[in-house]
């Protein structure tokens, strides 16, 4: 290398140099007004805690959401399970009320007492049905109403019969707070 070169290296070398060994106090003062090398760092660094503190939220809001869907989950089974304990509780004087019936049947020697007694529980179950909303479906001579009966039979009709029409209810139907819990089976008139 020349003597020229040598000079020339040896200046670039020592720019440098200093430029390394000055501290960024210095850079600073001498740029001012524009941002430091370590704001980008720390607003990185901000980011990166705001960034955390969003997925931890989001994490116990998915947990939050989980533990809310088995809690309802486990409130519909026992809702099912125990949906027909009011109804239950509600029939068992009635089962109590056969079970003296046919104590006193054994013993009776009076027919229409022991019928009577079958009559007042049968009343009184019809009571708890009312009660719980079942309803019976109202057939005979009454328009065939596919929603509510079944034809099991077809009879022809009378003269004075229309078509279509329920002569006979063979099975009665209910229904429960308006839904039809079992459809009536029915004998319909159709014409020739």
Do not use: C, W
């Amino acid at each position: 290398m020349d003597q020229g070169n040598a000079e020339k290296v040896s200046d670039v070398t020592e720019g440098i140099a200093g430029e390394q060994a000055s501290p960024p106090e210095a850079t600073a003062g001498a740029t001012a007004g524009e941002p430091t090398a370590s704001a980008p760092s720390e607003r990185v660094a901000e980011l990166e805690n705001e960034l955390a503190a969003k997925d931890a939220q989001l994490k116990r809001m998915g947990a939050d959401f989980d533990n809310a869907r088995k809690r309802q989950s486990t409130e519909r089974e026992e809702l099912t399970k125990f949906a027909a304990e009011r109804v239950m509780l509600n029939l068992l004087p009635v089962i109590d009320n056969f079970d003296r019936a046919l104590q006193a049947a054994h013993t009776a020697t009076d027919v229409a007492t022991v019928t009577q007694g079958i009559d007042m529980i049968y009343r009184q179950l019809q009571e708890l049905l009312t009660k719980t909303g079942v309803a019976p479906i109202e057939a005979a001579g009454r328009p065939f109403d596919p929603a509510l009966h079944e034809a099991v039979q077809r009879v022809p009709a009378e003269t004075d019969q229309q078509d279509n029409t329920i002569v006979e209810e063979l099975q009665r139907g209910y229904l429960l707070n308006g839904k039809v819990i079992r459809h009536a089976l029915v004998k319909v008139a159709v014409s020739g």
